[in-house]
């Protein structure tokens, strides 16, 4: 299959380029760098410094003998992506070039303008492509299980089937986002939905949990090709901070009473679900939402299972509360959905002790790195509210 990534540069891109091509695929990527630029902006620069897309995709071929083509450019400029769609005629394309921190979509008026104007036109920019060159090309894009937020209620696959007055009708699931991130990516949900009943076109949109890992140790031929791996307070998850906390020797910071339950997945998994929607394609005018995680946690259970990990590695985690800078609820009902991956062959990686040694040992070798200023929340969900949250 001739296969577009869309922000293939980005922690999830470039190891889902490697992967497609490894499988046989013919494997192209787009990226502006703005994951990058954001990170010197920010302050937070990556684990391990990441050559740029020509230079991976030259040592991936050089070390492997399979190749990935490369384009640097914005997905947002119209021309640009039409001119990608007509040389490499894609039949699936990975949509994930958005901006997904949700911190830096709260930290000021710009930072917000820039995520809703970005995630938005992005998206509405793809869909008018493939239908302006081929309308079969299947759409798979990211989506995060964040648009649901925590209702009371069970988190069904997408859609609610809802009774009233005597009558039933299937509505998309509803909507509680915790950020405005979160909400841009509810409101690209929208708007592929809404282009599927209107023109017929193919699309799976991927709620996806919080992923961890990092693919490497063994698996990669080159630590060089390890995907971006951040930590810090912007556009590291959860479980990749309080590795690189415990291995820091610095406590995990959990933020308010750790009760936040989320589902999460090991990025072997996103690689795969990835790959399982792209090989089995839905109906022309069919929006399908596939809920991808493999298990869920709150919080606090994670800090326990990292805490626990490292005393087999000999250190001594501590698990600290500080104040949540979030607007969230911290003690709830939580039970989503997540067959529909599942049906397809998803083999699940679970989140074992032995995952969090290997996640922990690989974090230790680049120890020197890591920056523990790096570890403390700077944005608070306040208007105009951007501040270190105090560790005592
Ligand atoms: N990582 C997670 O835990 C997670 C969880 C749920 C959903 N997601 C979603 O998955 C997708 C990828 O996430 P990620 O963690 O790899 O993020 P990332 O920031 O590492 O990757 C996104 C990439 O897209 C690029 N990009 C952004 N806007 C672009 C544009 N207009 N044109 C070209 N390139 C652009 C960025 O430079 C970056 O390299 C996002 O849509 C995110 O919302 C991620």
């Not at 929208?190 to 919080?210: A, E, H, K, S, V």
């Amino acid at each position: 299959m001739r296969v577009l990534i869309l922000g293939g540069d980005g922690y999830l891109g470039w190891p889902t380029a490697m992967h497609l091509s490894q499988k046989g695929h013919e494997v192209a990527v787009v990226d502006n760098y703005f994951r990058r630029r954001a990170c010197v902006e920010m302050n937070c620069l990556p684990l391990l410094p990441v050559p740029d897309l020509p230079q991976r995709a030259e040592l991936w071929r050089a070390l492997t003998g399979y190749s990935i083509r490369v384009a640097v450019g914005d997905v947002c400029d119209y021309p640009f992506l039409l001119q990608i769609f007509k040389d490499f005629a894609p039949e699936g394309v990975v949509h994930y070039a958005e901006q997904p921190s949700a911190p830096y979509s709260m930290l000021n008026r710009e930072t917000a303008a820039f995520t809703l104007t970005n995630n938005l036109l992005s998206t509405l920019n793809l869909i008018h492509a493939v239908a302006e060159t081929d309308s079969a090309c299947h759409i798979v894009k990211l989506g995060t299980m964040g648009v649901y937020g925590t209702p009371n209620i069970d988190i069904e696959e997408g859609y609610l089937e809802v009774r009233h007055k005597g009558r039933k009708h299937t509505f998309l699931y509803p909507k509680t986002p915790g950020s405005l991130y979160h909400l841009t990516k509810s409101q690209d949900g929208d708007m592929l939905y809404f282009y599927c009943r209107m023109w017929d076109i193919r699309i799976t949109d991927l709620n996806q949990g919080p992923v961890y890992g990092l693919a490497i140790n063994g698996s990669l031929p080159d630590d060089r090709l390890a995907p971006i791996f951040n930590y810090d307070d912007i556009f590291g998850t959860v479980l990749n901070r309080f590795v690189a906390q415990a291995a820091a020797g610095y406590p995990l910071t959990i933020y308010g009473r750790g009760g936040q339950k989320r589902g999460y997945l090991n990025i072997k998994d996103t690689l795969a679900c990835v790959e399982l929607a792209l090989r089995n394609p839905p109906e022309p005018g069919h929006y399908r939402v596939f809920n991808q995680f493999v298990e869920t946690f709150s919080v606090r259970n994670l800090a326990e299972k990292v805490r626990e990990a490292g005393r087999e590695l000999g250190l001594e985690v501590q698990i600290k509360q500080i104040p949540n800078p979030r607007r969230e609820e911290e003690e709830h009902y939580y039970n989503p959905s997540h067959s529909g991956l599942l049906s397809l062959g998803l083999e699940p990686h679970y989140l074992t002790i032995g995952v969090l040694l290997e996640m922990i040992s690989m974090v230790q070798k680049y120890r020197d790195n890591l920056r523990p200023a790096y570890f403390l929340p700077r944005v608070r969900w306040q208007h105009n509210n951007c501040r270190a949250v105090s560790l005592n």
